[in-house]
């Protein structure tokens, strides 16, 4: 009850959380009579052990508001916070230097050590925090390889490529990095699995076939289209999907 409390918390970001909302994300539609007093102990369980965690603190960070608590994150580091900063920035740049973006993105998906919240179980708007933030990474992690891609790291970029697309969910975007990356390393039988292997992974899971965007560089790697030579544009073969 405190993981997921303390998740809610974490979630808004310093902002306040009502009580009600509070105990929907801990007990959902199976509320205790007395919920806003079981709401109270927990949160008093778990102001103690953030206390524990800041002995020098003479304020606690577990703030009891008019209506609801917030967690008061002045002079805290969330990794959370800090990723959104740092992407936010590189978006907000659009002249900033590609080995920059590189150095910035890398720096910001390094804070991922794991699922977000630790893969516990967490009250539904934990869930929609998680959802977004997985979403966000997704994003950056397509915005760094198409970046590399362009300084022509594409060698370096493949172990990495093939261990996403392998464990991420049917991502095609990552997909056809990978595909472009094997191909400008002189390994078109590689790029064609894996399209080979995404396509059948799509029909298992999913009952569906590639996009036109995937086939499109399927078809470009059979015919060695100059699009995906070093130093060319690629993704001119998205727009024409």
């Not at 261990?163 to 191909?183: K, Q, S």
Request: proline share 3%; aromatic share 4%.
């Amino acid at each position: 009850m405190q993981t997921v409390l303390l998740a809610a918390l974490l979630a808004a970001e310093g902002q306040i959380v009502s009580v009600g909302a509070l105990a929907e994300d801990l007990w959902g539609g199976d509320q205790p009579e007395s919920a806003e007093n079981a709401l109270q102990a927990h949160a008093s369980r778990l102001r103690r052990k953030l206390q524990m965690l800041e002995p020098g603190r003479k304020q606690t960070r577990l703030v009891s508001q008019t209506g609801g608590y917030r967690l008061d994150l002045t002079g805290a580091r969330v990794d959370a916070m800090a990723f959104y900063d740092e992407i936010s920035a590189v978006r907000a740049d659009p002249d900033m230097a590609p080995t920059e973006v590189i150095r910035r993105l890398r720096g910001a998906l390094a804070l991922w050590r794991g699922p977000v919240f630790g893969g516990v179980t967490v009250g539904v708007a934990a869930q929609a925090a998680a959802a977004r933030l997985s979403a966000t990474r997704i994003s950056v992690l397509e915005l760094l390889f198409d970046t590399e891609l362009k300084l022509g790291q594409h060698s370096t970029i493949i172990p990495e490529l093939t261990e996403l697309v392998r464990g991420e969910t049917l991502n095609e975007r990552l997909c056809e990095l990978l595909m472009v990356a094997l191909y400008r390393s002189g390994r078109q039988t590689d790029a064609l699995n894996a399209y080979q292997r995404m396509r059948h992974r799509m029909a298992e899971e999913l009952g569906v076939d590639p996009s036109p965007m995937l086939r499109n560089h399927e078809r470009a790697i059979l015919a060695h289209d100059r699009c995906l030579l070093l130093r060319e544009d690629h993704r001119r073969l998205r727009a024409t999907a």
